[in-house]
């Protein structure tokens, strides 16, 4: 009986971390977050935790349940909250999967579901991922590619229905053409009620008493087609553009994956690139370092003027405006940084030994 008490005198909003104000949105992110804590299958996870953050958001997350357990709550007077008055006369436990993302996927695993809990048309199709190799100037530029990738794509014989003509397509028997079954499984939390995609018809509410020949009934064949990417000018090494529905074909006409194209850059032999700008090192004679001088400096854009001041050091970097990478998300460009060097000769005449001891003599 001692139990019994204790477990009537729980407080759902305590458990899940909310205050008793909470909007429906935030009591589902806190039991998210919780779930995926104290899953029994993670390093972290706590059995008892999980089932009774389980049990308080059974009751928080349906709005009609959460405004009676508001009313006889663990604190009210009725003796107590009844947590058997929601799920009938066995107590049992309605839970929509399908509205948790990637949580369904756990729970389907953990009720011995077989899936997530999605519930409808057949399943969208994969997604893909390739690589694609440019150059540094490409990527300055911009560039186009067609780029060959093996998918599937829907049968053009039967139109991606899978069957071999339009008669040969039946209501499913099993979901009586809904898409969706019913089924009601025990659970550590009571019988679980949940919706879910039909496996005799796959979610389609039809069945084919003829299947297409060409795809054996799938709906999609796979093929080798070239895609055309468009590669934007100023894309970073690694960055990846997605192809919405390029991807492979979903089934019976479900809707495609996308297409990933991760790119990658080779390096420029004389330019490195640092966000949107460009570096690159110019060697100077001693005599330009000292007097000064106009050099000629190669660019994305060509060749350029550069003007070196009478007394450059070693090291020094002066800035060539706009002359960088071009701003993917944005407008204008960055800038071509140069780092000047000083060549040190390693022989001289006597004509220069001579000139250089007069300039030393003269060193202040």
């Known amino acids: 009986m001692e139990d019994n008490d204790r477990t009537m005198a729980k407080d ?14 935030e009591i589902k992110r806190a039991y998210r977050k919780l779930a995926h804590r104290y899953h029994p299958d993670k390093d972290s996870g706590n059995e008892e935790k999980f089932k009774e953050v389980n049990e308080a958001y059974s009751v928080l997350g349906d709005a009609k349940k959460r405004a009676q357990y508001d009313q006889f709550g663990h604190a009210g007077g009725a003796g107590g909250f009844d947590f058997s008055q929601f799920g009938g006369a066995q107590g ?34 994969r997604d893909l991922g390739v ?27 039967c139109s991606g229905s899978g069957c071999a003509s339009a008669d040969a397509e039946k209501t499913c028997p099993t979901c009586s053409g809904s898409g969706v079954v ?27 008493k ?43 006409g479900a809707p495609s994956g996308d297409l990933h194209v991760t790119v990658h850059v080779t390096p420029h032999p004389t330019f490195r690139r640092e966000g949107d700008d460009i570096h690159s090192t110019e060697t100077i004679t ?12 190669e660019t994305v ?21 706009s002359k960088g990478i071009p701003r993917v998300r944005g407008f204008g460009r960055g800038d071509h940084f140069v780092t000047v060097t000083i060549d040190v000769p390693n022989t001289l005449s006597s004509q ?13």
């Open 92 to 125: 049992g436990v309605h839970v929509d999967f399908g509205d948790l993302g990637d949580l369904g996927d756990i729970f389907g695993s953990m009720f011995g579901f077989g899936g997530g809990g999605n519930s409808g048309a057949s399943s969208r199709g």
């Open 210 to 252: 003829t299947p297409c020949e060409s795809c054996k009934g799938h709906g999609v064949v796979h093929k080798t087609e070239a895609i055309r990417v468009d590669i934007p000018a100023g894309i970073a090494d690694g960055q990846t553009i997605v192809l919405r529905s390029q991807g492979s074909a979903g089934m019976h």
């Open 286 to 297: 001693f005599s330009q370092a000292v007097l000064g001088d106009k050099i000629s400096v």
């Open 301 to 321: 854009d060509g060749s350029v003027k550069m003007k070196i001041p009478a007394g450059t050091k070693c090291g020094e970097v002066f800035r060539i405006r």
């Open 131 to 157: 690589t694609v190799t440019i150059d540094f100037m490409e990527m300055v530029r911009g560039v186009t590619r067609e780029i060959d990738v093996d998918r599937a794509v829907p049968c053009t014989k």
């Open 182 to 208: 019913q089924r009601s499984v025990p659970s550590m939390l009571g019988p679980v009620v949940q919706r879910l995609r039909c496996t005799e018809c796959g979610g389609r509410g039809k069945i084919c």
């Open 352 to 364: 220069q030994k001579s000139l250089l001891k007069e300039l030393r003599r003269n060193d202040l």
């Open 12 to 25: 759902f909003y305590e458990i899940l971390g909310v205050s008793r104000d909470a909007s429906a949105d």
